[in-house]
């Protein structure tokens, strides 16, 4: 297993140098997304300092306490990635330790001067509440890296160099169930709002996001979109458990089994229901407990799953059904038809900036939809890839790998066209380049996949009759 790519075969200057990149790209990342909608307005410098110097402090609602958070975590990758940087081989060094102070400081300033500039760029609200939370972002990074960093590099180093035999299959399947499961609990209590008093959870009670009796929301649909939206989310809660019933059937433990389909649905919807922004629903643990146990009959269809994606026409109709699937979840969700007037209206507007679309709404909003894009987007990547791997010969897949890039982008500028006629979808050709992002990610996990797992299904894959037994 040494052709695999883990971090204790790769040159540690390597992995300190992409560690400092992705440092680079997060602070200017942050500090063009605390500036849009890029709204410049001139300033006097006497009457920007004098304003600066009377930044109120806010008194925030349960209903802001989400973008207040997200302040704080759109900081935090800076010092996370300098951090790792400094210290991914978990040694302590003096030069080290004055370094990533100097970061902090560094970050620290950073975010009174984004602050400072927010005051040419209105409707950017400056406060003490954003600099505050700016600098716990700076502090939680290198603290975080310690907790989940410097682990998801070791465990990526123990995958890439072991062998899977049906007598192993069972701990690495153990050690992805634990990772998988660790990073479903964190995603699934972002924003981390947590509700405080009696009063907040009243008012998450009223407002219909703490659910008892499964199907009890399906009640109070009221529009094609709303049904729509809540069909997606509600599919999502069985899919994303999936991985967990697959991976559980390779554990080899029945017991383990049994209680991990049953609590682990059952613990995400615990941890989300003290977060004001997120859904608690018994809908979703029953769903979940279906996700689970489609995985586990996945996973003991294994070799029949495999011999199926030998055809290549089924790899291609995967991809093509994901990708009608993907437009139809994004246009099924209007309300109206707009008319001629809005339609020239909105094409106006549709060519801004990146991600300037994104900041009429909640900070946790725009991160949540520019994430589900990439994810969308992300699995009809790795769907291309799986169908171009079976095109046979070299110049084949080059001019199938082009097709299929071409073939994305088109499908992107399908959907934003299409939004320019349905209200109250936006319609953002920027989003276009996130779509090609999330399927060259896709693309690129895919073969990434393929190249550290093909040794590990193989393994997993003879261990199925003895787990069958």
């Not at 402090?57 to 300098?82: E, H, S, T």
């Not at 801004?352 to 994430?371: C, D, I, K, M, Q």
Request: aromatic share 10%; charged share 10%; net charge positive.
């Amino acid at each position: 297993m040494s052709h695999l790519p883990n971090p204790s075969s790769q040159n540690p200057a390597t992995i300190r140098q992409r560690l400092w990149m992705l440092c680079a790209v997060a602070v200017v990342l942050l500090v063009y997304a605390s500036l849009v909608p890029l709204q410049f307005r001139s300033i006097p410098w006497d009457e920007a300092l004098t304003r600066f110097r009377q930044t109120p402090w806010l008194n925030l609602n349960v209903y802001q306490r989400a973008d207040w958070i997200a302040n704080a975590l759109v900081v935090m990758p800076i010092g996370f990635f300098a951090a790792g940087a400094l210290f991914f081989d978990a040694r302590i060094r003096m030069g080290s330790m004055l370094l990533m102070l100097g970061v902090l400081v560094g970050v620290g300033f950073l975010v009174i001067a984004i602050e400072f500039l927010q005051i040419w760029f209105p409707p950017r609200t400056v406060s003490q509440n954003d600099i505050f939370a700016g600098w716990m972002g700076a502090i939680a990074g290198p603290i975080a890296w310690p907790i989940l960093g410097g682990p998801l590099l070791a465990t990526g180093s123990r995958i890439g160099r072991a062998r899977v035999t049906p007598n192993n299959a069972s701990i690495i399947s153990q050690w992805i169930l634990v990772g998988y499961v660790v990073v479903l609990a964190l995603y699934s209590m972002l924003p981390f709002d947590l509700m405080l008093t009696r009063s907040e959870w009243q008012l998450k009670w009223d407002a219909g996001k703490l659910v008892i009796l499964p199907g009890a929301e399906l009640l109070r649909l009221d529009s094609w979109r709303a049904s729509i939206g809540t069909g997606l989310g509600l599919t999502m809660s069985a899919v994303r458990i999936i991985p967990v019933g697959f991976l559980l059937f390779f554990c080899r433990n029945n017991s383990l089994t049994r209680w991990g389909l049953l609590a682990i649905p059952l613990l995400i919807e615990v941890f989300q229901a003290p977060v004001f922004t997120r859904f608690s629903s018994m809908t979703e643990v029953v769903l979940g407990w279906g996700g689970g146990l489609l995985g586990l009959v996945a996973a003991g269809q294994l070799g029949i799953l495999f011999r199926l994606n030998q055809h290549q026409w089924l790899r291609a109709l995967i991809a093509l059904v994901l990708a009608a699937g993907i437009a139809a979840g994004f246009l099924l969700r209007f309300d109206q038809f707009a008319n001629r007037a809005e339609v020239q209206s909105r094409l106006g507007e549709m060519f801004s900036p990146p991600l300037v679309r994104y900041y009429w709404g909640t900070e946790f909003g725009a991160g949540s939809n520019l994430l589900g894009k990439l994810l969308a987007f992300g699995l009809l990547g790795a769907a291309a890839a799986n169908a171009i791997s079976g095109c046979e010969g070299a110049t084949t897949r080059r001019v199938c790998s082009v097709t299929g890039i071409f073939a994305i982008i088109l499908l992107g500028i399908a959907i934003e066209s299409a939004q320019l006629f349905l209200k109250p979808l936006v319609p953002d050709a920027s989003d276009v380049l996130i779509y090609l992002a999330g399927a060259w990610l896709g693309y690129k996990m895919w073969g990434t996949g393929q190249l550290l797992l093909a040794p590990c299904l193989s393994g997993l894959g003879a261990s199925c009759r003895h787990i069958a037994e």
